[in-house]
T-cell receptor, first 114, second 113 residues
Framework: KQEVTQIPAALSVPEGENLVLNCSFTDSAIYNLQWFRQDPGKGLTSLLLIQSSQREQTSGRLNASLDKSSGRSTLYIAASQPGDSATYLCAVSPTGTGGFKTIFGAGTRLFVKA | EADIYQTPRYLVIGTGKKITLECSQTMGHDKMYWYQQDPGMELHLIHYSYGVNSTEKGDLSSESTVSRIRTEHFPLTLESARPSHTSQYLC????????????FGQGTRLTVV
């Protein structure tokens, strides 16, 4: 059974710091891995999607990597800003489910102090 | 910006009432999903749909029901709300192609008193 774990559960950093959020998954048979941002009481906003054949994706200050064989992904945030404060969720789409049963981690709650 | 909308955003309702949470998307996506999320916890899939007239139950048992009469519309109904239904409900959609990006609505925060 696929399980997704995110470490740390919460993180508080000063503004300007570079940081890494970690995601691990137990079964490497996935279509893709997606990182989302969730603001309190809101829906999810997709940040980066990495296909199973890819190693990384970049968007602005964000860089996500995928090591499928070891079941790990990292989200790197450069030069963090107070506006980055949110919960970051990692999700994988296992193969064999028709892409439906996406499994989410519990998220990392990030607070960037001004 | 994703064109997927949920209404209402917030709902406080008494026990025993029937409620329908609305979800609409204008992207023409075939696949739609409902997730339930308690504060600080993972999202759990409760319903999904391949397309019109197709609905399936997800991993998390739910007393809610869904319908898919039109591609763009995927409402979720609770026939008799209970306090245990208090949660956030998130709707999402994806194109038919496997491995594509998921788009989420803003969510409906339901409180049953």
């Amino acid at each position: 059974k696929q399980e997704v774990t995110q470490i740390p559960a919460a993180l508080s950093v000063p503004e300007g710091e570079n940081l890494v959020l970690n995601c691990s998954f137990t079964d490497s048979a996935i279509y893709n891995l997606q990182w989302f941002r969730q603001d309190p009481g809101k829906g999810l906003t997709s940040l980066l999607l990495i296909q199973s054949s890819q190693r990384e994706q970049t968007s602005g200050r964000l860089n996500a990597s995928l090591d499928k064989s070891s079941g790990r992904s990292t989200l790197y945030i450069a030069a963090s800003q107070p506006g980055d404060s949110a919960t970051y969720l990692c999700a994988v789409s296992p193969t064999g489910t028709g892409g439906f049963k996406t499994i989410f981690g519990a998220g990392t709650r990030l607070f960037v102090k001004a | 910006e994703a064109d997927i909308y949920q209404t209402p955003r917030y709902l406080v309702i008494g026990t025993g009432k029937k409620i329908t949470l609305e979800c609409s998307q204008t992207m023409g996506h075939d696949k739609m999903y409902w997730y339930q999320q308690d504060p600080g916890m993972e999202l759990h899939l409760i319903h999904y749909s391949y397309g019109v007239n197709s609905t399936e139950k997800g991993d998390l048992s739910s007393e809610s029901t869904v319908s898919r009469i039109r591609t763009e519309h995927f409402p979720l109904t609770l026939e008799s709300a209970r306090p245990s239904h208090t949660s956030q409900y998130l709707c999402a959609s994806t194109p038919q192609t496997l491995g594509t990006e998921a788009f989420f609505g803003q969510g409906t925060r339901l409180t049953v008193v």
